[in-house]
């Protein structure tokens, strides 16, 4: 393990205050929110530079207070969570996720509550609700599926009906391969993600569904490089990890411009305080820590495999060791919970995706080589994140050998009307660029996880911690 000396640490710099924003002689709302941000920012790290004598393990990732308020959260909500009455899943992924990272495992009657909680948000014609009795819904439905997997049992598993999801994710395919959150809803880049998600997490055979969706998808990367809600909108960082995540599962990351991509999410990584913002001219937020984060191991798989960079070959081209330190001395509340910046309110969202970021930073794989670089006190470390799919890496793992056993399964439309599925596998979307016809080899295989997407599951599946997995701003929403 890397450590990084004290007295070199990233907050700690001597020059830091040159890094700071300013108007240019034009102020406006937004430089001035910023400037306001920064000197909250600059006071924290004021504070660790002048703590004397200065230890590694000052700074600190607050575990035991962090798994205290996510234990609670996951027992015990006030009367103003009635708001989040629609998005119940994602409560407990949040608090799940957030545990695994902290290596934190549930006992047996804790995993049975929440199974049978997701059990109840399932609905008879296909996907989860946002809780019992409420309308299937795209976003509800990745949550679920990751809170499952998260909990790895063979009866977490089972709670997931893969024909009826199947079907589900059928249903809500558009004709011009986007998916809509639910039944007569909206459509966006969120419900995509979702979509693909699940299907391979959980190994569904619907490939012939999304002979469009990678074409669709690449038209909402902007001239930024970043990705949008849905064509013609704003880059954006939730929309952008959902945009290239799908496209990575499908195999056709190969499809974005990548190097534009690239250039726009190292842009976003903030000079002063070291975490990221999610769009262009916003303030830093910690929960793009992973938004953001999450997208470098996937552009490090494209373009290492691409150019043969021999000189990125040790960490992801962002700089890691500022982001820990953003999260670790910013964006800790001291009564547990994690916050977006200085100032916030600490929420179950936010300390799920500044874990996951905190991840991302700390855990670097490709190929064979794997590398930890832990900023601060030893015990920091969290456990590694997929960056698919921001489940644990051995939960992803032991999913995928479950459902690997189980009879393969497709949308009942497909098996009624195989011609169906045959006509729908024959719309291959245009060229954008690129040599490689992916949808071809999407059609060929009879397996849901393709070729590339295999590679870059191995490449980090290889590098996962060999443990059994615990025994025990988001797609939600729009952007904040
Ligand atoms: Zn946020």
């Known amino acids: 393990m890397d450590h990084f000396d004290q007295s070199s640490l990233w907050c700690c710099r001597e020059d830091f205050s040159a890094d700071k924003s300013q108007h240019h002689g034009v102020p406006t709302v937004t430089s001035k929110e910023q400037m306001k941000v920064e000197e909250s920012i600059s006071a ?64 047996l009657d804790e995993q049975q509550s929440v199974i049978d909680f997701l059990a109840r948000c399932q609905c008879s014609d296909g996907g989860f609700g946002g809780g019992p009795g409420q309308l299937a819904h795209l976003a509800p439905t990745f949550a679920a599926v990751n809170a499952l997997v998260t909990i790895g049992t063979p009866a977490a598993f089972a709670v997931i009906n893969r024909q009826s999801l199947a079907d589900f994710l059928a249903r809500m395919v558009t004709a011009e391969g986007s998916f809509r959150m639910h039944e007569g809803g909206e459509v966006d880049i969120r419900g995509t993600y979702c979509a693909v998600s699940v299907a391979r997490l959980c190994r569904l055979a619907i490939h012939p ?9 690449v038209h909402c990367q902007t001239y930024e490089g970043g990705f949008s809600g ?4 704003e880059a954006h960082g939730g929309y952008t990890f959902c945009g290239l995540a799908a496209l990575a599962l499908l195999d056709c990351q190969h499809l974005a411009d990548n190097n534009r991509l690239l250039r726009w999410v190292a842009s976003r990584q903030m000079r002063l305080s070291g975490g ?33 960079h021999a000189d990125t070959d040790s960490c992801w081209l962002f700089h890691c060791e500022a982001l820990q330190n953003y999260l670790l001395v910013c964006c800790q509340h001291p009564s547990g919970g994690l916050i977006d910046k200085p100032g916030k309110s600490p929420d179950f969202y936010h300390t799920c995706y500044t874990l996951s970021g ?96 295999q590679r870059l599951h191995i490449s980090f599946a290889q590098a996962a911690p060999s443990v059994t997995p615990n025994s025990g701003c988001s797609l939600r929403q729009g952007p904040d």
């Open 358 to 453: 905190l991840s991302i930073a700390q855990h670097f794989c490709y190929g064979n080589t794997s590398k930890l670089s832990v900023v601060g006190h030893d015990a920091n470390e969290v456990a590694m994140t997929h960056p698919l799919y921001n489940v644990g890496m051995s939960a992803v793992h032991a999913a995928k050998s479950y459902f690997m056993q189980q009879p393969d399964v497709q949308p009942s439309v497909f098996s009624a009307s195989p011609s169906s599925a045959t006509h729908n596998a024959n719309q291959v979307p245009s060229r954008v660029n690129g040599t490689n016809n992916c949808n071809d080899r999407m059609d060929a295989s009879a397996d849901a996880v393709t070729e590339a997407s």
């Open 44 to 107: 924290y790290y004021q504070f660790i530079y002048n703590k004397k004598p200065f230890k590694t393990e000052d700074l600190k990732l607050e575990r035991s207070r962090h798994v205290a308020y996510l234990r609670h959260g996951l027992k015990n909500l006030s009367k103003s969570f009635e708001f989040l009455d629609a998005s119940r899943p994602w409560l407990v992924y949040w608090c799940l996720h957030a545990l695994h990272l902290l290596e934190e495992s549930l006992d």
């Open 276 to 308: 990221f913002q999610g769009r262009t001219n916003k303030l830093v937020d910690g929960c793009y820590s992973f938004w953001q984060g999450a997208l470098f191991p996937l552009l490090h798989h494209t373009l290492t495999s691409r150019d043969n």
């Open 209 to 217: 569904l999304m002979s469009r969706t990678a074409s669709w998808i």
């Open 230 to 233: 849905s064509p013609g909108l």
